[in-house]
T-cell receptor, first 115, second 115 residues
Framework: AQSVSQHNHHVILSEAASLELGCNYS??????LFWYVQYPGQHLQLLLK??????LVKGIKGFEAEFIKSKFSFNLRKPSVQWSDTAEYFC?????????????FGKGTKLSVIP | DTGVSQDPRHKITKRGQNVTFRCDPI?????LYWYRQTLGQGPEFLTY????????KSRLLSDRFSAERPKGSFSTLEIQRTEQGDSAMYLC?????????????FGPGTRLTVT
């Protein structure tokens, strides 16, 4: 069965600190990877996506993620966080050609940024 | 494009009652998905539609759950004889699938509380 692991349940950072959130997926073939963000009181929003090509993808609000196939990882990064980045972050994957079109999500990482 | 909308946003019901939720996808999106999210977990796939056809159902979707998407537009998710374990956020997402890659856009969810 497909699975996604997010290593950190809750991360607390001060403003301007650098961020890296870990995400690993189970092997299953050709993957399509996503990071979603859920700000307090808001719905899930797509932060960035990887389908193919350059393994370093850039998303909105200064976020980026790197796909490392050999490590089955898709870690999210931001050089300098802001208080407004306080949110819950979800990594998700679906596998091309698997005959299933469901997204499999990790459990999420809650990020708290202290001003 | 007004995004994915869901109604109601909150529903409180007594155990044993039936409830129905509605989802309006982004217009012209051909796929519609239902997910369930409980506290501390990422969204979990329930079912999806390609136009009006329901093509995949998760084992999480017990016999008490039924979903429809008449005419390939809005969708409804009904839960019969609700149980306290059904308390969760029910999320709807839609996507426009043309090739092998696509992204899902989520609605605000319906929070169900079963007392």
């Amino acid at each position: 069965a497909q699975s996604v692991s997010q290593h950190n349940h809750h991360v607390i950072l001060s403003e301007a600190a650098s961020l890296e959130l870990g995400c690993n997926y189970s092997y299953g073939g050709t993957v399509n990877l996503f990071w979603y963000v859920q700000y307090p009181g808001q719905h899930l929003q797509l932060l960035l996506k990887y389908f193919s090509g350059d393994p370093l993808v850039k998303g909105i609000k200064g976020f980026e993620a790197e796909f490392i196939k050999s490590k089955f990882s898709f870690n999210l990064r931001k050089p300098s966080v802001q208080w407004s980045d306080t949110a819950e972050y979800f990594c998700a994957v679906y596998y091309s050609g698997a005959g299933s079109y469901q997204l499999t999500f990790g459990k999420g990482t809650k990020l708290s940024v202290i001003p | 494009d007004t995004g994915v909308s869901q109604d109601p946003r909150h529903k409180i019901t007594k155990r044993g009652q039936n409830v129905t939720f509605r989802c309006d996808p982004i217009s012209e999106h051909n796929r519609l998905y239902w997910y369930r999210q409980t506290l501390g977990q990422g969204p979990e796939f329930l079912t999806y539609f390609q136009n009006e056809a329901q093509l995949e159902k998760s084992r999480l979707l017990s016999d008490r759950f039924s979903a429809e998407r008449p005419k390939g537009s809005f969708s409804t998710l009904e839960i019969q004889r609700t149980e306290q374990g059904d308390s969760a956020m029910y999320l709807c997402a839609s996507s426009l699938v043309v090739g092998a890659t696509y992204e899902q856009y989520f609605g605000p969810g319906t929070r169900l509380t079963v007392t």
